[in-house]
């Protein structure tokens, strides 16, 4: 092995300054450019006022929302009247005065009656995860967690007075208020001198198959199976799987039936869209073509057409197919037929004017009417690629049907925007968003798929 | 005609019974699309809120409230000078949208909403850029033997591409105010993963004799990837990334009218409120400046690639 010393490293680049040395103004333009784009971000910056928004933005509430992507709470109330306990429910609960939860021991006094939507109690004892205890009698709560115990004593809408300091996991603005206790991803609880509300987490989609007015709800599987199929009808109008059934789909909270059929649309309008696309464009295409219609003004035409086509945006188009149609799938298949007719046109007429001549010459030369040279001397050349390039699209288009939907277009995109308005039905974006991501990535297989067979070995895309 | 041969006859046999086949296959294929075709028609005919044959009659109607006063009504709206028709109301406060930059110098509102969206675009891209530049290495299989890393790393590239960005942008917009950043952030976020891809791609059919050399005199993994690969596959990123830009500047805007600002959001409230000379204006200005970015991109794209040709137009 040969090696260099320090002398001969030298006596090289000096011989060599050009190759060595690259000269100032290179070096110079990367620099330039570097800081150019940190300036122009710098500029973005004041210009979108990124630091006051971010600055004001609600981050404690960001947490919240993603867990309740994945996860829902149970709120039980215990408030404090005198001498006893009152157990509720908040409004859209599952649970009622009737039917608790079994993480939540309740004692009950005797001969008490539940009075509208609430439940007495003389005790409550909730348990949050395996260590963490919290036990509310009528004028004291006792809660214990990680080995920390915090004792309250209660004046009924009067006063709270805690004994001892406050565990690490409690906090209370100042003596007399409220205390908030934090478990964590489990839950927590407020206590305050007229209730305790207690927050419990759990890892899941509630309510997922039967909602709380389902005969089936809170049934293991087997026992929905074992009920189905019964011949005990607990509704005499039809058998108990066809209301099993029923129930899932007509599920108050998930919507799955109206779901399952907004994400049809959407579908539907990607397929139809892009299948009436290309059917016009390829007509269309051959008029654009230079090679095929020997007319520049007729090329320049159809392309031109092309471009307005393509230009107006696929947002413009879904606004005013929505005034035309109303909404619904027809504005957004429109949107798409309108948008992709131009990319079509375009990506057809280059795929033309590449083709082979030869084919055509051949054709030509065996005397074969115009019609017959286009069918079996240009057509069998471009028709994998042109059939390619619609099945990539598709794909793809389903994603924009998702997008256009939400401005009116119709399908899962405005069911998807309107959960997110509400700010509370977190869970039910992210099933509609896995449907979403499994609906594309099986087209997005299909699409390869066909495409692979189509133009042989790795479709480029 | 001669009679064949028994091995002519099995090449016959053979022949027809692959064309056959072949007919039957594409005669399949069309029946099979007929009918999925007819089936959404009649579904999407059903689901709308307006039938289709019923609505068709009246497709151009609403042109009629796209007509303003006065062709030059587009102009005042474009360039918010004062209408003789204003009477007070929304439809015709052109000077209202006044952006003043200094003294009586202003700039147009909707220009001003044009540019927002156009920077809302280019600050997307150029995140999408920094970060799919920086990921797209860890992915390509000519660079990173570590199958895990480079599974992780396409996986996760895969999983921003597929992720609907309204949803990111409803996030956002939950937990921030309305405004041009939920914007940016999902449009970042999907740049990242469409060119993350697009350039990984590249980087593996870059050639590999400039890594060996370095190789050879022991740079280590940073110098190879710097200075063996970078200057290679650099002009395909940038035309990438220009071609992400025409892709970008018309995202912005669909999520501009679901609530992320700029022009998008503009055109949206303007169409439901007949408000045409203002619509017209904003078309007019939209159609503008997607013609003018793209016909930029392209012209830069063949001064960096030359005639290469980007078999598709999206990309994404």
Known sequence: MTTLSLTDIQAISERHPDVFASSWRKRLTGWAVGAGFVAYLAFAWWFFAVGAVMAGGNWGIAGTYL??????????????????????????????????????????????????????????????????????????????????????????????????????????????EKILADFGFAGGLQIDEEDVKIRHRFFGWENFFFDANSPFWGMSTSEVVSLMTSDQRLDPKMSNAALAWDNIVNNSEWQHGDVWLKLMQTIVMAFVGTLFASVLAFPLAFLAARNITQNRLVNQVTKRFFDFLRSVDMLIWALFFTRAFGPGPIAGISAIFFTDTGTFG????????????????????????????????????????????????????????????????????????????????????????????????VFDNISTALRQRLIGGKASH | MTMLSEAGLTVERHWRELAGRRRLHTIGGLILLFVALSGSLWFANEINAGKFFDRLPHFFDFTDQLMPRDPYEIGRALFDLPSPYADGSLKFDYPEGRVHLFGAFYMPEY????????????????????????????????????????????????????????????????????????????????????????????????????????????????????????????????????????????????????????????????????????????????????????????????KLVGEQAFAFGRGD
């Open chain 1, 346 to 441: 375009k990506l057809y007429s280059e795929a033309l004017e590449n083709i082979d001549d030869k084919q055509r010459e051949g054709m030509r030369s065996v005397g074969a009417s115009p019609a017959s040279v286009q069918r079996y001397g240009v057509v069998p050349q471009v028709l994998p690629v042109l059939i390619s390039q619609s099945l990539y699209f598709w794909e793809s288009n389903t994603r924009s049907a998702t997008i256009i939907g939400a401005v009116g277009a119709g399908g899962i995109g405005l069911k998807l925007w309107e959960a997110m308005r509400t700010n509370s039905d977190w869970e039910n974006v992210a099933y509609m968003v896995l449907l979403i991501l499994i609906v594309v990535f």
């Open chain 1, 67 to 176: 867990a309740d992507w994945v996860s829902y709470e149970i709120r039980p109330q215990v408030a404090f009247k005198d001498g006893h306990l009152e157990v509720s429910y908040p409004r859209f609960s599952s649970y009622r005065p009737d039917r608790h939860p079994d993480w939540l021991d309740i004692t009950q006094p005797a001969g008490a009656t539940i009075a509208g939507n609430k439940a007495p109690a003389d005790r409550v004892v909730a348990y949050i995860g395996g260590t963490t205890q919290i036990d509310i009698a009528a004028q004291r709560v006792v809660v214990s967690h990680g080995g920390q115990t915090l004792d309250v004593t209660i004046v009924p809408r009067q006063s709270i007075s805690v004994a001892g300091a406050l565990p690490i996991w409690a906090t209370q603005k100042a003596p007399g």
């Open chain 2, 111 to 302: 220009v001003y909403k044009m540019l927002e969206t156009i920077n809302i675009a280019l600050v997307s891209t150029i995140i999408g850029f920094a970060f799919g530049f920086v990921l797209c290495f860890l992915a390509a299989s000519n660079l990173v033997t570590q199958r895990w890393l480079r599974f992780f790393v396409r996986r996760f590239l895969e999983i921003l591409r597929a992720f609907p960005e309204i949803v990111i942008a409803g996030f956002f917009l939950a937990i921030l105010s309305m405004g041009p950043i939920p914007a940016i952030i999902a449009v970042s976020l999907h740049t990242i993963g469409a060119l993350g891809k697009l350039f990984f791609e590249v980087v593996e059919n870059a050639d590999m004799k400039a890594d060996e050399g370095l190789r050879a005199v022991g740079g280590n993994w940073p110098e190879r990837v710097w200075f063996g690969i970078v200057p290679q596959v650099m002009p395909n990123f940038l035309s990438y990334a220009l071609l992400r830009l025409e892709i970008n500047v018309r995202a912005s805007t669909i999520i501009g009218a679901v609530g992320g600002g700029g022009i998008g959001e503009a055109l949206r409230l303007s169409i439901s409120r007949n408000h045409e000379a203002k619509t017209l204006a904003i078309i007019l200005l939209l159609f503008c400046t997607i013609v003018a970015v793209d016909q930029l991109s392209a012209w830069l794209r063949k």
